[in-house]
Each structure stands twice: as structure tokens, then as C-alpha cells.
């Protein structure tokens, strides 16, 4: 039967996991799966396997469990191997990288932040530093403007939109990055300026929230800070 990858850990883990289920219904039964020095905790695939809330609480519930206790190595939800020997022959493939990895993690925490600026607050400075933008504008409000004047516009807009955008996000970044061992940069997506997720030492996870509080209220009312964490360090993994 199928098994499915909750986290992994050294040998030295305690992997206690009394008390904790895993995922189907009824929940799978959890044991461990070592090769040298390095587990994986593991359950049964159920078949048609989705990620219904409950699994994913469950999967959830297991690696921050483990976390807890040390070291982990968490994998995303979905991930299922051929069977149990086929998971002992990966980690002792990969063995080196998996105790790579696990050390750099150790005692480190996961936060993301997705940062936005209100757009007709960043047009409005647009418009007040450009001359040209201003122009096009008001020739485009004033129904005088040729079509090439209104594509005019809209490229340069969207160029001044994507380079302020830009510098924001890299001011941002050097603020907070001195708190922070590693940072991970994903595409921002529409509205957004900055989607990024940092790694944390747990021991200076208050100074960190404490950083991005500052930057949001640096950055004023204009400005969206959506911080989400402590989190299992998956970007990192």
C-alpha cells in the first residue's frame, strides 16, 4: 500500500507519537521509517486522498508535534511514496542533504508577509513626480488624446507602478532581513508588492514581529502588513 510522508527527523528525534492521528478517516495508524540516521514519520495513503480540512489539520497536528521536540524536516500535504521500502531507499540516498537541511532548521521558525500599498495613493504620487504621466493624464480627462496617447499612459504607469513597487519591496526587505537567517521570494501577485517568506531563529521570533510592526507603521496607513506565523519552515525545506 501507498505511504504517505508526514515530515522527517534525525534517529535522534524522540518521534513521539502517542496521541496524534493521522490522516483518512478512520485515521491512519503513524509509525516511523529510518534508514542509517535519518526517519520518516509515515502513515498509510488512503486512496482518493484530497486535501479535505480535516487531513490537512492532521498533517498539520504531526509536524508541529514533532517540531516541538527538535529538528524537522516538514513535507507538504500530498506527499506519498510507492510503499515504506521505497521511502527507507530515498532517505539513505539523500541522507547528506536531509542532515544538511535539518541543521540548518534546527531551532528556526518560518513567517510569512505579503505587503501591499493602496493604489490610488501610489498613482497619486505618480502623477504628482511625472510630468509626462501628468500631461497624458490630462490630455487623455480632456477627451483630446490620440490612442497612441492612451497606450502612452498606460505603459508608462504601469512601468512607474512596477519600479516603485520594486524599490518598496527591497527597502522592506533590508529592514528586516538583519532579523531574519533566510528569506524566500515568491511573485507578489496582483496588488501586492512584496510576498516573501523568512526564516526565524525561534529565539528572536518577537524581535522579528516586532521589526515588521515598526515597518507597517513606517510605512503608514497606505501600506497593508499581513504577517502570518510562527509556521512549520516549508518554504525552507
Same mark, same amino acid.
Not at 485515521?27 to 484530497?50: C, K, N
Given at each position: #500500500?501507498?505511504?504517505?510522508?508526514?515530515?522527517?527527523?534525525?534517529? !535522534?528525534?524522540? &518521534?513521539?507519537?502517542? !496521541?496524534?492521528?493521522?490522516?483518512?478517516?478512520?485515521?491512519?495508524?503513524?509509525? $516511523?521509517?529510518?534508514?542509517?540516521?535519518?526517519?520518516?514519520?509515515?502513515?498509510?495513503?488512503? =486512496?482518493?486522498?484530497?486535501?479535505?480540512?480535516?487531513?490537512?489539520?492532521?498533517?498539520?497536528?504531526? &509536524?508541529?508535534?514533532? #517540531?516541538?521536540? !527538535? $529538528?524537522?524536516?516538514? #513535507?507538504?500535504?500530498?506527499?506519498?511514496?510507492?510503499?515504506?521500502?521505497?521511502?527507507?531507499?530515498?532517505?539513505?540516498?539523500?541522507?547528506?542533504?536531509?542532515?544538511?537541511? +535539518? %541543521?540548518?532548521?534546527?531551532?528556526?521558525? =518560518?513567517?510569512?508577509?505579503?505587503?501591499?500599498?493602496?493604489?490610488?495613493?501610489?498613482?497619486?504620487?505618480? &502623477?504628482?513626480?511625472?510630468?509626462?504621466?501628468?500631461? +497624458?493624464? =490630462?490630455?487623455?480627462?480632456?477627451?483630446?488624446?490620440?490612442?497612441?496617447?492612451?497606450?502612452? +499612459?498606460?505603459?508608462?504607469?504601469?512601468?512607474?507602478?512596477?519600479?516603485?513597487? %520594486?524599490?518598496?519591496?527591497?527597502?522592506?526587505?533590508?529592514?528586516?532581513?538583519?532579523?531574519?537567517?533566510? $528569506?524566500?521570494?515568491?511573485?507578489?501577485?496582483?496588488?501586492?508588492?512584496?510576498?516573501?517568506?523568512?526564516?526565524?531563529?525561534?529565539?528572536?521570533?518577537? =524581535?522579528?514581529?516586532?521589526? &515588521?510592526?515598526?515597518?507597517?507603521?513606517?510605512?503608514?496607513?497606505?501600506?497593508?502588513?499581513? +504577517?502570518? !506565523?510562527?509556521?512549520?519552515?516549508?518554504?525552507?525545506?
Amino acid at each position: #500500500m501507498p505511504t504517505y510522508v508526514y515530515a522527517i527527523v534525525s534517529a !535522534g528525534h524522540p &518521534v513521539r507519537l502517542d !496521541g496524534l492521528q493521522g490522516i483518512g478517516e478512520p485515521p491512519a495508524a503513524l509509525r $516511523a521509517v529510518s534508514a542509517g540516521d535519518i526517519t520518516a514519520v509515515v502513515s498509510e495513503a488512503p =486512496e482518493g486522498l484530497r486535501a479535505k480540512r480535516r487531513d490537512v489539520l492532521a498533517h498539520e497536528a504531526v &509536524v508541529e508535534s514533532l #517540531m516541538a521536540d !527538535g $529538528a524537522t524536516l516538514p #513535507m507538504r500535504f500530498g506527499l506519498i511514496g510507492p510503499d515504506d521500502a521505497r521511502v527507507a531507499e530515498v532517505l539513505e540516498q539523500d541522507a547528506d542533504t536531509y542532515r544538511a537541511r +535539518l %541543521g540548518e532548521l534546527d531551532g528556526h521558525l =518560518e513567517f510569512h508577509l505579503r505587503a501591499s500599498r493602496d493604489e490610488q495613493d501610489l498613482l497619486r504620487e505618480i &502623477v504628482a513626480d511625472s510630468e509626462e504621466v501628468r500631461e +497624458l493624464n =490630462e490630455r487623455t480627462r480632456s477627451g483630446t488624446a490620440a490612442h497612441e496617447d492612451r497606450v502612452a +499612459l498606460g505603459e508608462l504607469v504601469a512601468r512607474e507602478v512596477a519600479e516603485r513597487n %520594486g524599490r518598496q519591496a527591497e527597502k522592506t526587505l533590508g529592514r528586516l532581513l538583519p532579523v531574519a537567517a533566510r $528569506a524566500a521570494r515568491s511573485e507578489p501577485g496582483s496588488g501586492h508588492f512584496l510576498n516573501v517568506s523568512f526564516l526565524v531563529p525561534t529565539a528572536s521570533s518577537k =524581535e522579528f514581529v516586532d521589526a &515588521v510592526r515598526e515597518e507597517a507603521d513606517r510605512e503608514g496607513d497606505a501600506c497593508t502588513f499581513t +504577517l502570518t !506565523g510562527p509556521l512549520p519552515p516549508y518554504s525552507f525545506v
